[in-house]
């Protein structure tokens, strides 16, 4: 029962960090915001409510190793094919800007090369679970400043491994070294080379056998000993826990468990993960702020500013426009988690001093309560747009210029913003009608790839008058913008009522409350997925429900008078006779007219197949073809398929009139 004292500090840290983040929860202040609060509030350095050290420890080294090995479960190939570029590029210059700058500023301040490349390390890395929440909640995952933020945070993911590996090395030095470097690389190598060639199929085997249970808490215990074995087995070989939990994340991604799997750890991760974040909270010492506030709050500023610009800076050489560059290093100016398992790693193997690691992560933590609250607000905030301009002119990142050019658009076209799904589908409607079309897209590889196969599509920010003015705006009979960004439609609809006042302008957004916002920025027609989407499942849930039609219509009108009115016929899927729960007593049978056949020659009519036996005549398939509109005197023929509809007693009696000409309803029908 030894153990029993340590669940104290765990139910402390629980307690409080629901109530902290539940009540900055309604002051609008993102969740791990208030759970870095509670942390620091509970840690020694607040309350002293807890105060083990090696309780914070444990739980920020169980909540490291399961976020690792949840990127890992979730790094598949097909999904990085999509965002390559972003990935490939966007992160790298990223990583490397931030590192070369850090190392430079960091020896013009006197500190040795193997810290500054530290520091440089640190500083690198952004929060992944920080920036994909905030994103996520605002439906910004799949915005042009979403994909090149996601692209930077994977290739950072990526880039946690060899700096583990390195940091240790850094505290030698000569050719020891580089022989270090070499031995941990190949180590590394070694490692993944074994557990993506062998781990795949013994994880398919043990996974295999664990289904077979049907036990799902057998296979939640198979996934998390999976990920704390391969953890332990590359700590044994002198390698992180971090690169094990991730390598086991792999592994299992490619095998038809990895959505079960990710699934049933979720909410695990999300628990541990809260916890890391209460954690790192404790971390924050208000005393080391009022001991040395200049390094703290340059430390801060070098994040949220520093770091901030070398990200915009990135995202701008990739050729994308201010706005988006400006919102994705706002996305990506913060500490990271994986910044604090470097900084503890530094101080182990003694190249940063006890103080300088706690002003760091003093620093850190404060940047990673302040981006969600900036990542709110920078949308908002165009002044970082404008002062990015003349940067902007002189990378020549807006290319709609010279691309317009090339159409010589006459008058009557239609502007389109975006080309995803429903771009595509508006574009493609368009050609088939003769009316001609442009499209402006940001993300470049979607710009190339419509290039290629001759679309009219242009890489431009539509929010900006001077790109409207290049698309010849004025001309045009219609704008429609599909983008997921709400506040940049609601710019680029204020823009270009700004250039062109009596264009009509069409927006597709995603919730019915952003409504009034667009329409005084100048939209005419808004259309809302939140309310589109929730009448279509209306109507097919009344409907598989039994609802009868006119019902149904009414409930769709009210709806539609609250919300928004359509110009489009209502209509309604038509059930199969099957799907009507009323009609489950009725059976539907079917009758092969044949030469010696009672029905050979005949009709219905003269049958008195409705009348003398109940069953009701519904369709005929004749050569192949089916007939549902049926004539009373049409004569069967051999070879007529017949179907009819009625209860057992009345199939069983018209079977036997359409065969033999007479009732006998002694004899079992067919169910």
Same mark, same amino acid.
């Given at each position: 029962?030894?153990?029993?004292?340590?669940?104290?500090?765990?139910?402390?840290?629980l307690?409080?960090?629901?109530?902290?983040?539940?009540?900055?929860?309604?002051?609008?202040?993102?969740?791990?915001?208030?759970?870095?609060?509670?942390?620091?509030?509970?840690?020694?350095?607040?309350?002293?409510?807890v105060?083990?050290?090696?309780?914070?420890?444990?739980?920020?080294? %169980?909540?490291?190793?399961?976020?690792?090995?949840?990127?890992?479960?979730?790094?598949s190939?097909?999904?990085?094919?999509?965002?390559?570029?972003?990935?490939?590029?966007?992160?790298?210059?990223?990583?490397?800007?931030?590192?070369?700058?850090?190392? =430079?500023?960091?020896?013009?301040?006197?500190?040795?090369?193997?810290?500054?490349?530290?520091?440089?390390?640190?500083?690198?890395?952004?929060?992944?679970?920080?920036?994909?929440?905030?994103?996520?909640?605002?439906?910004?995952?799949?915005?042009?400043?979403?994909?090149i933020?996601?692209?930077?945070?994977?290739?950072?993911?990526l880039?946690?491994?060899?700096?583990?590996?390195?940091v240790?090395?850094?505290?030698?030095?000569?050719?020891?070294?580089?022989?270090?470097?070499?031995?941990?690389?190949? #180590?590394?190598?070694?490692?993944?080379?074994v557990?993506?060639?062998?781990?795949r199929?013994?994880?398919?085997?043990?996974?295999?056998?664990?289904?077979?249970?049907? !036990?799902r808490?057998?296979?939640?215990?198979?996934?998390?000993?999976?990920?704390?074995?391969?953890?332990?087995?590359?700590?044994?070989?002198?390698? !992180?826990?971090?690169?094990?939990?991730f390598?086991?994340?792999m592994?299992?991604?490619?095998?038809?468990?990895?959505?079960?799997?990710?699934?049933?750890? =979720?909410?695990?991760?999300? $628990?541990?993960?809260?916890?890391?974040?209460?954690?790192?909270?404790?971390?924050?010492?208000?005393?080391?702020?009022?001991?040395?506030?200049?390094?703290?709050?340059?430390?801060?500023?070098?994040l949220?500013?520093?770091?901030?610009?070398?990200?915009?800076?990135?995202?701008?050489?990739?050729?994308?426009p201010?706005?988006?560059?400006?919102?994705?290093?706002?996305?990506?100016?913060q500490?990271?988690?994986?910044?604090?398992?470097?900084?503890?790693?530094?101080?182990?193997?003694?190249?940063? #001093?006890?103080?300088?690691?706690?002003?760091?992560?003093?620093?850190?933590?404060?940047?990673?309560?302040?981006?969600?609250?900036?990542?709110?607000?920078?949308?908002?905030?165009?002044?970082?747009?404008? =002062?990015?301009?003349?940067?902007?002119?002189?990378?020549?990142? !807006?290319?709609?210029?010279?691309?317009?050019?090339?159409?010589?658009?006459?008058?009557?076209?239609?502007?389109?913003?975006?080309?995803?799904?429903?771009g595509k589908?508006?574009?493609?409607?368009?050609?088939?009608?003769?009316v001609?079309?442009?499209?402006?897209?940001?993300?470049?590889?979607?710009?190339?790839?419509?290039?290629?196969?001759?679309? /009219?599509?242009?890489?431009?920010?539509?929010?900006?008058?001077e790109?409207?003015?290049?698309?010849?705006?004025?001309?045009?009979?219609?704008? %429609?913008?599909?983008?997921?960004?709400?506040?940049?439609?609601?710019?680029?609809?204020?823009?270009?009522?700004?250039? $062109?006042?009596?264009?009509?302008?069409?927006?597709?957004?995603?919730?019915?409350?952003?409504?009034?916002?667009?329409? #005084?920025?100048?939209?005419d027609?808004?259309?809302?997925?939140e309310?589109?989407?929730?009448?279509?499942?209306?109507?097919?849930?009344?409907?598989?429900a039994?609802?009868?039609?006119?019902?149904?219509?009414?409930?769709?009108?009210?709806?539609?008078?609250n919300?928004?009115?359509?110009?489009?016929?209502?209509?309604?899927?038509?059930?199969?006779?099957?799907?009507?729960?009323?009609?489950?007593?009725?059976?539907?049978?079917?009758?092969?007219?044949?030469? #010696?056949?009672?029905?050979?020659?005949?009709?219905? %009519?003269?049958?008195?197949?409705?009348?003398r036996?109940g069953?009701?005549? %519904?369709?005929?398939?004749?050569?192949?073809?089916?007939?549902?509109?049926?004539?009373?005197?049409?004569?069967?023929?051999?070879?007529?398929?017949?179907?009819?509809?009625?209860?057992?007693?009345?199939?069983? $009696?018209?079977l036997?009139?359409?065969?033999?000409?007479?009732?006998?309803?002694?004899? /079992?029908?067919?169910?």
């Amino acid at each position: 029962m030894s153990t029993i004292p340590s669940l104290g500090p765990l139910a402390l840290i629980l307690l409080v960090g629901v109530a902290v983040a539940a009540l900055l929860g309604r002051l609008r202040i993102p969740a791990a915001a208030g759970l870095l609060a509670a942390g620091a509030l509970v840690g020694p350095h607040g309350l002293g409510l807890v105060t083990r050290p090696e309780t914070i420890d444990a739980l920020a080294e %169980v909540g490291v190793v399961l976020l690792l090995f949840t990127i890992g479960l979730e790094f598949s190939i097909e999904r990085l094919k999509v965002i390559a570029r972003q990935v490939i590029l966007g992160g790298s210059l990223q990583v490397g800007l931030t590192i070369a700058g850090v190392v =430079l500023t960091a020896r013009a301040l006197g500190e040795p090369m193997q810290r500054a490349i530290l520091y440089g390390f640190i500083f690198a890395q952004s929060s992944t679970a920080i920036v994909l929440r905030g994103l996520a909640e605002r439906g910004e995952v799949d915005a042009p400043h979403g994909r090149i933020t996601v692209g930077a945070l994977i290739f950072q993911d990526l880039c946690v491994v060899p700096m583990v590996l390195l940091v240790p090395v850094l505290a030698g030095s000569g050719e020891g070294a580089a022989q270090g470097i070499l031995l941990a690389l190949g #180590k590394a190598t070694l490692l993944v080379a074994v557990t993506v060639g062998f781990g795949r199929a013994l994880a398919r085997r043990l996974f295999s056998w664990v289904d077979a249970t049907r !036990s799902r808490e057998i296979f939640l215990l198979a996934v998390v000993g999976v990920c704390i074995g391969t953890a332990w087995l590359t700590s044994l070989m002198g390698l !992180s826990l971090a690169l094990g939990a991730f390598l086991a994340g792999m592994v299992l991604a490619d095998s038809d468990y990895a959505h079960r799997a990710l699934t049933d750890v =979720l909410p695990l991760r999300d $628990a541990l993960t809260s916890l890391f974040f209460m954690s790192l909270g404790m971390l924050f010492d208000v005393q080391v702020i009022a001991s040395r506030p200049q390094l703290v709050f340059s430390l801060l500023l070098g994040l949220l500013v520093g770091k901030g610009f070398v990200a915009t800076l990135s995202a701008l050489a990739m050729r994308f426009p201010s706005r988006v560059a400006w919102l994705a290093g706002v996305s990506l100016a913060q500490f990271s988690e994986f910044g604090f398992v470097l900084a503890k790693l530094g101080e182990g193997v003694g190249l940063l #001093k006890d103080s300088d690691s706690a002003a760091l992560l003093s620093a850190g933590v404060l940047s990673m309560f302040l981006t969600p609250m900036a990542m709110r607000l920078a949308p908002r905030f165009t002044a970082g747009e404008r =002062l990015l301009r003349p940067l902007e002119r002189l990378l020549r990142v !807006s290319g709609v210029e010279d691309a317009v050019k090339e159409q010589s658009l006459a008058q009557g076209h239609v502007v389109i913003v975006g080309y995803g799904l429903s771009g595509k589908l508006l574009a493609r409607a368009l050609a088939a009608c003769g009316v001609r079309y442009l499209v402006l897209e940001l993300n470049a590889e979607s710009v190339r790839r419509a290039h290629a196969g001759g679309e /009219p599509v242009y890489y431009g920010d539509a929010t900006s008058p001077e790109v409207l003015a290049h698309v010849r705006l004025e001309h045009a009979q219609a704008l %429609v913008l599909m983008i997921n960004d709400a506040e940049a439609a609601r710019r680029t609809v204020a823009a270009a009522r700004s250039s $062109a006042p009596s264009v009509p302008i069409f927006v597709r957004t995603r919730y019915l409350n952003e409504q009034a916002a667009l329409i #005084k920025a100048g939209a005419d027609v808004a259309v809302f997925e939140e309310l589109e989407a929730g009448l279509e499942m209306m109507a097919r849930v009344l409907r598989r429900a039994g609802v009868p039609r006119n019902l149904i219509v009414a409930q769709l009108r009210q709806a539609r008078e609250n919300t928004q009115e359509t110009e489009r016929r209502l209509t309604l899927p038509r059930p199969r006779l099957g799907e009507l729960a009323e009609l489950t007593d009725l059976k539907i049978e079917s009758f092969l007219v044949e030469e #010696k056949s009672h029905a050979n020659g005949r009709n219905a %009519v003269e049958l008195r197949l409705r009348s003398r036996t109940g069953a009701l005549l %519904v369709a005929l398939r004749r050569k192949g073809a089916l007939l549902n509109e049926l004539a009373p005197t049409m004569a069967f023929e051999a070879g007529d398929t017949l179907f009819l509809v009625g209860s057992g007693e009345s199939l069983r $009696a018209g079977l036997d009139l359409l065969e033999r000409g007479e009732e006998r309803p002694g004899e /079992p029908a067919t169910s």
